[in-house]
């Protein structure tokens, strides 16, 4: 069963370039996972303050290697810390 999942992040108005270098990195590193189907960071249309990344994993398996890979706990922390909020996580399960 596939897995989506929404990570909505509000980032400082003075840090989303510094943000956006860093989502890249992640985003690089995280596509070359085993089970990762889809991975990239998403600018709001109305709010660029609002980046959300948008996943697709083949399960909850691949998902949890991916919360404990090398690339995800040096580089989220320093992302968590661009932000103003908590980030908001959906995490959905697809519905064959």
Known sequence: MTIK?????????????DYID???ELVKETLKE???IEYGLYQDSENPLILTMIE??????????H????HFKK????MADLCENETEINVYNKIE
């Open 5 to 17: 999942v929404v990570a909505k992040h509000y980032v400082k108005p003075e840090k989303v370039e």
């Open 34 to 36: 085993e089970g990762c």
């Open 75 to 78: 580089i989220v922390p320093l």
């Open 56 to 65: 697709e994993w083949e399960d909850n398996k691949c998902l949890e290697k």
């Open 67 to 70: 919360f404990n890979s090398e």
């Open 22 to 24: 860093l989502s890249k």
